[in-house]
């Protein structure tokens, strides 16, 4: 422990319950302030790339539930996509004689070619024919040719 000749003057003042409640009331108030600290936000392209993988991801979703209602006995459908990272943007490049790639720009910018769309992970299946090892089997080999996933990322139960 400390020499109490080390402590200095201003800690022993804050002695005592009086001392102990000061110090919680000037933490809880820098909690509440945030430290003065500017709070990070995302960029407009970032909010834009985000946006549109949640796009992608609901516009899939809903065409995928519509593809399974239509196998026979899968009845009522409800489809959970996972998705890996987010969306790539894939920029035109061109090659020196040295070997060197450089990028393409247009109008002092990267000249995009496209943008890809993020890759599916898994597929997670609840359907009234889920018990049906018939319909498992058939919404299996939809998915996986549709997705290009491959089964065992392709989950399918009873609902």
């Known amino acids: 422990m400390a020499d109490e000749k080390s402590i200095p003057r201003y800690i022993k003042a804050l002695r005592g319950k009086g001392g102990l409640l000061l110090l919680a009331a000037v933490g809880i108030l820098l909690l509440l302030v945030g430290g003065g600290q500017p709070k990070a936000s995302a960029s407009t392209g970032e909010t834009d790339a985000i946006a549109r993988a949640e796009a992608y991801r609901a516009t899939l979703t809903e065409e995928l539930i519509a593809l399974c209602e239509q196998v026979k006995g899968a009845g009522r459908v409800r ?31 990267g000249l995009l070619l496209y943008r890809k769309n993020p890759t599916v992970l898994g597929v997670g299946v609840v359907c009234e024919g889920g018990n ?25 139960s009873c609902g």
Do not use: K
């Open 132 to 156: 049906d090892p018939a319909v498992c089997r058939e919404l299996t080999a939809l998915l996986s040719a549709t997705l290009g996933v491959g089964s065992n990322r392709i989950y399918i």
């Open 79 to 109: 489809l959970v996509l996972t998705l890996a990272g987010g969306e790539e943007a894939v920029y035109a490049t061109d090659s020196t004689a040295d070997g060197r790639t450089d990028y393409v720009l247009s109008g002092g910018e």
